[in-house]
């Protein structure tokens, strides 16, 4: 027979405190993150915000750039003067046509390369660094190599061509010839860009679409194209921020601006102002002001992104 006996519950014995650690120690123990993200704020805020914080303040002023010459404060003075500027118009028309020339470099012929050597196996590190060599190359020493190329009478391309075209020195080829060789410094790496992103997209996609009975040109548009899209997206942002900015060095190389303002695009406008006209206060306020609207379309474009952008989740 089994006998159950109910023993009494032990008394429950005191709660052991936990000591808090100090204030100190606490912070010593989460320091570590922001310690290593220090050097990287520091020179951003250096070399970015404070700049940029000063040209704002510099834009409100009107000073030669001479240290002996105090600065003239003039309210919005620069700003008025600025859209009252008659090549303000032109310049902004000459860089809309260099992002519309470069877009088709740094993101249509990308995506032909890439998805016609996407299965490229042999030599494939040999042929990434063939794309990418003309990115290593500085502008100046590219554009050094291009005046010579395209001398009127002993240049390579007016030889093979069969003319004697003084490329440089053609309104309208002149901002042609900054586009494709700007185009061409791009063009190695967008492709890596677009490499990068179709290495990325799942097989097993394209083999259950083609099990479906969908065709090549099917898998290609409704799924290896949608997929790609963050990538696509990423180029063409880039191209539309930079690419105008890309030409400069090539410009103050070969044209300076020229022939007759044809290669002057808004960048290359605010450095002549500012460092030709001697007139820091209106060149900041072109700089601001292209800030304030490449920020607006960056914004935008960032937004489309969201919504028009398919990821492999």
Same mark, same amino acid.
């Given at each position: 027979?089994?006998?159950?006996?109910?023993?009494?519950?032990?008394?429950?014995?005191?709660?052991?405190?936990?000591?808090?650690?100090?204030?100190?120690?606490?912070?010593?123990?989460?320091?570590?993150?922001?310690?290593?993200?220090?050097?990287?704020?520091? &020179?951003?805020?250096?070399?970015?915000? %404070?700049?940029?914080?000063?040209?704002?303040?510099?834009?409100?002023?009107?000073?030669?750039?001479?240290?002996?010459?105090?600065?003239?404060?003039?309210?919005?003075?620069?700003?008025? %003067?600025?859209?009252?500027?008659?090549?303000?118009?032109?310049?902004?028309?000459?860089?809309?046509?260099?992002?519309?020339?470069?877009?088709?470099?740094?993101?249509?012929?990308?995506?032909?390369?890439?998805?016609?050597?996407?299965?490229?196996?042999?030599?494939?590190?040999?042929?990434?660094?063939?794309?990418?060599?003309?990115?290593?190359?500085?502008?100046?020493?590219?554009?050094?190599?291009?005046?010579?190329?395209?001398?009127?009478?002993?240049?390579?391309?007016?030889? &093979?061509?069969?003319?004697?075209?003084?490329?440089?020195?053609?309104?309208?080829?002149?901002?042609?010839?900054?586009?494709?060789?700007?185009?061409?410094?791009?063009?190695?790496?967008?492709?890596?860009?677009?490499?990068?992103?179709? +290495?990325?997209?799942?097989?097993?996609?394209?083999?259950?679409?083609?099990?479906?009975?969908?065709?090549?040109?099917?898998?290609?548009?409704?799924?290896?194209?949608?997929? &790609?899209?963050?990538?696509?997206?990423?180029?063409?942002?880039?191209?539309?921020?930079?690419?105008?900015?890309?030409?400069?060095? &090539?410009?103050?190389?070969?044209?300076?601006?020229?022939?007759?303002?044809?290669?002057?695009?808004?960048?290359?406008?605010?450095?002549?102002?500012?460092?030709?006209?001697?007139?820091?206060?209106? +060149?900041?306020?072109?700089?601001?002001?292209?800030?304030?609207?490449?920020?607006?379309?960056?914004?935008?474009?960032?937004?489309?992104?969201?919504?028009?952008?398919?990821?492999?989740?």
């Amino acid at each position: 027979m089994t006998v159950f006996v109910e023993l009494p519950a032990p008394e429950p014995g005191p709660v052991p405190e936990v000591s808090r650690p100090s204030l100190p120690r606490r912070v010593l123990r989460g320091a570590p993150p922001y310690l290593y993200l220090a050097p990287a704020v520091a &020179l951003l805020v250096i070399w970015t915000y %404070r700049p940029l914080v000063q040209t704002a303040q510099l834009s409100f002023y009107s000073w030669n750039l001479l240290p002996t010459t105090p600065m003239t404060p003039v309210g919005l003075g620069n700003y008025e %003067r600025l859209l009252a500027q008659p090549e303000i118009g032109d310049a902004v028309w000459r860089t809309v046509l260099v992002v519309l020339g470069v877009l088709p470099f740094s993101v249509v012929i990308p995506v032909l390369v890439g998805m016609l050597t996407r299965h490229v196996r042999r030599m494939k590190t040999l042929y990434q660094a063939l794309v990418f060599a003309p990115m290593l190359v500085a502008p100046v020493a590219s554009a050094a190599v291009w005046q010579w190329l395209l001398a009127p009478r002993a240049g390579a391309v007016n030889r &093979l061509l069969g003319t004697t075209t003084n490329w440089l020195q053609d309104p309208e080829g002149a901002q042609v010839v900054v586009i494709l060789i700007t185009g061409w410094h791009v063009l190695g790496f967008a492709t890596l860009i677009v490499a990068a992103g179709l +290495s990325g997209i799942s097989g097993d996609y394209a083999e259950a679409a083609a099990l479906d009975g969908a065709s090549r040109w099917q898998i290609t548009r409704w799924v290896t194209f949608p997929l &790609l899209s963050p990538t696509l997206v990423f180029l063409t942002l880039m191209t539309i921020l930079l690419s105008a900015q890309w030409t400069f060095p &090539l410009i103050e190389t070969l044209t300076q601006g020229g022939p007759a303002d044809a290669t002057t695009n808004i960048y290359y406008l605010l450095w002549d102002v500012g460092f030709r006209s001697y007139d820091a206060g209106l +060149s900041a306020a072109a700089g601001m002001a292209l800030f304030v609207v490449f920020s607006a379309i960056a914004a935008l474009l960032v937004w489309l992104s969201d919504r028009l952008t398919f990821h492999d989740n």
